[in-house]
């Protein structure tokens, strides 16, 4: 049994991984600022003695030291995590994503630990040129702030491994689902169609196409990596074997809440600007381990629609934050 | 004529770039806060009226702002120059690269300006696959805080042209030589045989294979590209067609000075933690609108020899810095 920590361990990904270690066995130091963590994301894990909770800001490098004394392993999953609104507050990424996995990078070296999963995105790709889109495909011209900001993050921990000897696994998502969903296109459609079931807004042409995980899948391929991975620096996509174009998912959502709203569409091929309209990568590398998602693009979405209903608070809190 | 803002005015490449544009006909506000930088290089620039030189530091963004209205430009230099000393001192690069970077670009918003030239480096190909390296070659994995640091400021600056219609020329440098260099192989082999003409220790084995340019071809290849780049967002790799082994150019150092040196080598394949053993890029796409080098290694190394030693005034100075 080991003690890892576990950054942003109140937040959607954070805490279902939380509840996977602690059911393994495993020691947990979760660290969140609750910044858009959900304190009853840790129901479970407040009531097991190994869970120890550290309600910090990563941005203060001298407390994050003392919060990693002892750890094993660092899975750095704390993040601003919403790719669409980067424009409106430019240094959010930079400091939440970049300037924090810097201080992660070094809390770890204060403390001797040498070991660290990281959650990147496939937003790194950009606009690939290559789709599926493997690891090593053409070295793409960044499109975001935030998949700007994961790709430095990704480079600081890269230098760490070459300079410090560490050992990184780094995984570029696709879009995530699953219980504790708290922000993307089915919360978005959720929440305006429960306010209005008549219609429903839709940015771009609806025919964007986008990959997506189920979140259980996602931590399962983690463990995995974390576990077998050889290199000094691991990258691994994760993500199914298919996408969905945004109409087939609205079709499943509505389909769930028994709607049938009249479609308004923003218009034109992208969502938002930096918007990737064609995201789906190669999950060769990942599968070579062993991995294979359990679940596909529709199930994922429909578990998320059923979470959400069985959880509308997460809309109220969300408001608030 | 136009007016452009030239960042780390006072070091190496900023500096000859600034006399470059004033020859030109241009207005320069020259930026530099002489950590590293050298007030002497800017003796010329200093007597020419139509250069205003703001001793700022970068980090100040207030600061920043004001010093950049009016300008039409920016020509963003300013940096932690050396790739070989990230490990004693992490945090330099990510200060003076990429949070820097980001307060250029928040300070060119808020001015209206939306073109940038970047210099940023071969480095951040880490250990590349393909050599010579092309601008679009695999998605490289960082073997260098120097390096990741340059990628995170082109990543920022992709990011803006995507985000606030900015225009950039991204510039990928081999090492740099020529008059006012202060910095590199060429630097610490003069000193060290200046101190000791019967030994030169080297690092590494003496044949990694390293690609350089001539400053005056670097800056006539910036200033074309600013001129010429159709994209959003352009990216070029600037050095010669070749490269040299350390031991070529420990050669023609030695014969510059007439001495004969006992070798002492450190052994290994690299020089020190992080580097690229074989640096050789791809410069077919600056080709491409017009530019070839003038001058080639050899003449590159000789003519660096030259300026130190009618300018050794500059060992004194960088033992102080």
Redesign the interface.
């Known amino acids: 049994m080991s003690r890892y920590v576990v950054t942003g361990c109140a937040g959607f990904i954070g805490s279902n991984l939380v509840d996977r270690l602690l059911a393994d066995g495993h020691s947990v130091f979760g660290i969140d600022n609750f910044s858009t963590g959900q304190r009853r994301f840790l129901d479970l894990a407040l009531k097991n003695p190994s869970f120890k909770l550290f309600e910090i800001d990563i941005l203060d490098l001298d407390v994050l030291r003392q919060a990693f004394a002892g750890a094993e392993a660092v899975f750095h999953l704390a993040a601003n995590a919403d790719v669409r609104f ?2 409106e507050h ?2 959010k990424d ?1 400091e939440q994503n ?2 924090a996995t ?1 201080n992660v ?2 809390a770890m070296r204060h403390s001797g630990i040498r070991k660290i999963a990281f959650s990147s995105t496939g937003s790194v790709y ?1 606009e690939a ?1 290559v789709v599926p889109t493997p ?11 935030y ?3 994961k ?2 993050g ?3 921990i ?3 491994c ?3 000897g560490f050992q990184a696994c780094i995984f570029r998502f696709v879009s995530i689902l699953g219980e504790r969903y708290t922000h993307g296109h089915v919360f978005d459609f959720y929440r305006k169609l429960k306010d209005d079931p008549s219609r429903l807004p839709v940015l771009g042409n609806g025919k964007q196409r986008k990959s997506y995980l189920y979140v259980q899948d996602c931590i399962d391929a983690i463990l995995l990596a974390m576990n077998k991975a050889p290199d000094k ?1 691991n ?1 691994f996509n994760l993500g199914v074997d298919g996408y969905c174009e945004v109409n087939d998912s609205i079709g499943w959502i509505c389909e769930q809440l028994n709607v049938k709203p009249r479609l308004e569409y923003a218009g034109g091929d992208r969502g938002w ?2 918007d990737n309209p064609f995201i789906f990568l190669d999950t060769k590398r990942i599968q070579s381990l062993g991995w294979r998602p359990k679940y596909g693009i529709r199930e994922g979405v429909i578990k998320t629609v059923e979470y959400l209903r069985a959880n509308e608070w997460v809309f109220e809190m969300r408001d608030r934050s």
Do not use: H, K, M, W
């Open positions: 980067g424009t430019p240094r930079l970049t300037i810097y990078l070094e950009g040129q690891e090593d495909g053409p070295f793409p011209v960044q499109t975001s702030l998949g700007a900001s790709a430095a990704e480079g600081l890269s230098a760490y070459e300079g410090f620096v990258i600007i930096g």
